[in-house]
């Protein structure tokens, strides 16, 4: 059974630094990894989407690295803001159904 | 402007009631999913359909019954052998295929 597990829970940064998120997946059978941002009581907004044969995607000041053979995945986000506070949520795509495996998220904080 | 349109936003169900949340999407998605999300645990899937009158349990389906009678639409009832329906119930849509999911901005659920 596919297993997401995300570091760290929750961090506090001061705006304007550069920080990494991670996230690792136990089963590298995978189709896809895709980083979500949780705003809180909302729903889930897509962020970036890396295909299992893609190596990295880039958004604006956000980018995302798959090394699907070791289970792991990093979303860098350049220049924090305090709009970036929010939850952010690692999620892969394998098995029957196209279903989504999520990982319990890292919980940002951008401080003035 | 295409999207997922998940309600009521709020829902307070008694013991013993049965409650449906309604999800629609005009996304023209083949799949649909419902998740139910608590604090600490991340997201877990509930049901699953890939194509109109057909569809899957997830990893949590007992006290659930879902319908797909038409493409735009996959209802998520939570009936009474539900124990501890207190979430927040978030919808999602995919085209399949290895693409990425959106999702609806979700209802909370309370029993009261």
């Known amino acids: 059974k596919q297993e997401v597990t995300q570091i760290p829970a929750a961090l506090s940064v001061p705006e304007g630094e550069n920080l990494v998120l991670n996230c690792s997946f136990t089963?590298?059978?995978?189709?896809?990894l895709q980083w979500f941002r949780q705003d809180p009581g909302k729903g889930l907004t897509s962020l970036l989407l890396i295909q299992s044969s893609q190596r990295e995607q880039t958004s604006g000041r956000l980018n995302a690295s798959l090394d699907k053979s070791s289970g792991r995945s990093t979303l860098y986000i350049a220049a924090s803001q305090p709009g970036d506070s929010a939850t952010y949520l690692c999620?892969?795509?394998?098995?029957?159904?196209?279903?989504?495996?999520f990982g319990t998220g890292t919980q940002l904080k951008v401080e003035l | 402007d295409g999207g997922i349109t998940q309600s009521p936003k709020y829902l307070f169900r008694k013991e013993g009631q049965n409650v449906t949340l309604s999800c629609e999407q005009n996304?023209?998605?083949?799949?649909m999913y419902w998740y139910r999300q608590d604090p600490g645990q991340g997201l877990r899937l509930i049901y699953y359909?890939?194509?109109?009158?057909?569809?899957q349990k997830g990893d949590i389906a007992e006290g659930y019954s879902v319908s797909r009678e038409k493409k735009e639409s996959f209802p998520l009832t939570v009936t009474s052998a539900q124990k501890n329906p207190t979430a927040f119930y978030l919808c999602?849509?995919?085209?399949?295929?290895?693409?990425?999911?959106?999702f609806g901005s979700g209802t909370r659920l309370t029993v009261v």
């Open positions: 999602a849509s995919s085209i399949g295929g290895g693409s990425g999911y959106t």
């Open positions: 996304l023209n998605h083949d799949a």
């Open positions: 359909s890939q194509i109109v009158n057909d569809f």
């Open positions: 089963d590298s059978a995978i189709y896809n």
């Open positions: 999620a892969v795509t394998g098995g029957g159904g196209n279903k989504l495996t």
